[in-house]
């Protein structure tokens, strides 16, 4: 397993569902169903999986202000994580939904923000895992037991005030990885205000994938990525600080590993406005 592979294909998990090391992370939600996720798991899911919710695990209670998804505890996280069998800096984690990235990309950015590399994602996710033709199951696996110690990297993550502060200094690119309607505020299903913060240059989380849900090379990554080769700082934001972490995915897979997600995104940003 080689830390540096962001994406791991369903063949190659395949062939390691019982490597010792190896912990599979199940992350399915439905923002419009939030129920949806761990329905799914229990319907059946890769053997082996665990499930971890995104507003149950993978999230803090929400606030008048910091967003829709607040980053959840570390130490809360952490024990999380051990209590899926993770123990730090030893196993490799590989992180799957059917969603393009979308929730899965939120647990790879915890674990490297807490301080964990050896994560990945699953490559076209349960559809791409179920198309090839790989069993899925119903059992709920035992955890290993497991030590997790968080080691946060405070410098992947900053705050409404680091933005105010920063957004507009020379060589500072904001990214708003919403959809280019939501970006335009011609259309905005879920917060009380529409827009984009001042400065932001769209990226759309979408199209760090294909049509299938599987991730563009490393090559159409850093085309994608042509104006931030060029920027000393990328702060990157979304609606609640979810899909923001499938650019943040993507500009590491393009080389450019100094992104840093806004937490609150555009949730927090305009709860200050009403």
């Not at 540096?4 to 439905?30: G, N, Y």
């Amino acid at each position: 397993m080689n830390d540096a592979d962001f994406l791991v294909s369903p063949q190659w998990l395949a062939e390691h569902l019982d490597d010792p090391l190896l912990v599979i992370v199940d992350c399915r939600f439905s923002l419009a169903d939030p129920e949806l996720g761990q329905q799914q798991y229990t319907a059946n899911h890769i053997p082996g999986a665990f499930y971890l919710d995104l507003n149950r695990d993978l999230s803090s209670p929400v606030g008048r202000h910091g967003g829709r998804h607040p980053l959840p505890d570390p130490l809360k996280l952490a024990n999380t994580l051990a209590a899926t069998g993770i123990n730090s800096q030893e196993t490799f984690v590989v992180a799957y939904d059917d969603s393009k990235f979308a929730f899965a990309s939120r647990l790879w950015w915890l674990l490297r923000y807490l301080g964990h590399d050896r994560v990945a994602v699953l490559d076209g996710g349960f559809t791409g895992w179920q198309a090839a033709g790989y069993p899925v199951t119903a059992e709920v696996p035992v955890p290993k037991p497991a030590a997790f110690v968080p080691v946060p990297q405070q410098e992947r993550v900053v705050d409404i005030e680091y933005v105010k502060a920063h957004k507009d200094l020379p060589g500072v690119l904001l990214v708003d990885s919403r959809e280019p309607d939501r970006y335009n505020g011609l259309r905005e299903p879920i917060d009380p205000i529409a827009g984009h913060i001042p400065g932001a240059v769209n990226y759309p989380w979408q199209a760090v994938t294909d049509d299938q849900g599987r991730g563009l090379s490393a090559s159409e990554q850093k085309r994608r990525w042509v104006e931030g080769t060029q920027a000393k700082e990328i702060i990157v934001y979304c609606g609640s600080g979810v899909t923001a972490c499938v650019n943040l995915l993507s500009l590491e897979m393009a080389g450019i590993p100094t992104g840093k997600l806004y937490a609150g995104s555009w949730s927090d940003w305009c709860s200050y406005q009403v």
